[in-house]
């Protein structure tokens, strides 16, 4: 199984960026998904996820400007950013739930066993 993030990069505070997630090797339409991110000296915290019937569930820091989508016939996983401030920097990642058909999307990263490398965001005041 491969996950890969892409589109990650440096952005003004206020601007909007989309990050993609693409998995393959894996029945991607039956497993939950899920973005955590790694802030500088800081733990890897959960940002947002869906599960296979399109559920979604954010961190309270990102509820109402982040927005996590997915394209089965793609295997792709979206996480569109609105309104970015500069404690959104991070190391995004994406990860796909160990267990198919779970309902409901978990927080922690123990659940998650396949993890791409990360696609970095900057966000400058």
């Known amino acids: 199984v491969q996950v890969a993030e892409s589109g990650g990069r440096s952005a003004q505070a206020g601007e909007s960026l989309t990050l993609s997630c693409v998995v393959s090797?894996?029945?991607?339409?039956?497993?939950?998904m899920a973005w955590f991110r790694r802030a500088p000296g800081k733990e890897r915290e959960f940002v947002g996820g869906?599960?296979?019937?399109?559920?979604?569930r954010y961190s309270d820091s990102v509820r109402g400007r982040f927005t996590v989508s997915r394209d089965n016939a793609k295997s792709s996983m979206y996480l569109q950013m609105n309104d970015l401030k500069p404690e959104d920097t991070a190391l995004y990642f994406c990860a796909s739930d160990t267990r198919p058909w779970r309902d409901f999307v978990n927080i922690f990263a123990s659940v998650y066993d396949y993890w791409g490398q990360g696609t970095q965001v900057t966000v400058s005041s």
């Open positions: 090797g894996r029945a991607f339409s039956l497993h939950a």
């Open positions: 869906v599960t296979w019937k399109n559920i979604t």
